[in-house]
């Protein structure tokens, strides 16, 4: 289902000159904790999902996880530098081709993502497959995501071109999450801790709305108005909430899989 990126831009190679190193290794490591932790929830899809975040004071690279590598096994080493053009500047392998077409052009498109997280994990899946607004306001967890949602409803197969990433970032806007109708979703972020924190939770509260549809009884919807102000408050705690939920991972991780910062 996945497909090797094999092409480079036919821009200059960029260097890495003036990088720093610390920030770097920092970003590798939290997102090394992402993809484990991720597999344990059960969000990857064999190989084929991807996870990015834009290099500390580079806004022309990013990191990302290479082709062929299942969440499980990624280290912190393991994840390549990119220039948004193509080229690999750091690491062993290349990108697998959708990974690149849609996270270059978001992180080009959209500075404000400065993470983003592709998953076809199942619950949120589930519900881009289903007809109508796939998130239905009507449990708390959800209500985190309350008018930060969009919806991209032209199913277009793979995502192998520079003009489908930047169709997606279009259909993203001012939304931090988009449902790729009939695909998986993706999760955008300011930091990596808040594009993971937006990934766990968004899954939750898929997984509940599920379960409530499934017991053949009608949703009961938050009203509007009370909808709007408790997603305003989960939003000015949502920064340091979401720091302290990766930094409970990366502790859980280096008892018991310390490889993944290796």
Known sequence: ?????????????????GID???????RTDLAACFRMAARYGLEEGICNHFSAVVPGRDDLFVVNPYGLAFAEIRASDLLVCSLD????????QPEATAFFIHARLHARLPRARAAFHTHMPNATALSMIAGQPLAFAGQTALKFYGRVAVDDAYNGLALDYDEGDRIAATLGTADVVFLRNHGVIVTGPTVAEAWDDLYYLERAAEVQLKAMGSGRPLVPVPEAI?????????????????LHLESIRR???REEPDFSG
């Open 1 to 17: 289902m996945a497909h090797e990126l094999r092409a480079v831009g036919a821009s200059a190679r960029p260097d890495l000159a």
């Open 21 to 27: 190193r610390a920030a770097l290794a920092r970003t």
């Open 86 to 93: 193509g080229h690999v500047l750091e690491g062993e392998g």
């Open 227 to 243: 909808a709007a102000r408790t997603a305003a408050q989960m939003r000015e705690g949502d920064p340091e909430s979401a720091r």
């Open 252 to 254: 859980r991780l280096a």
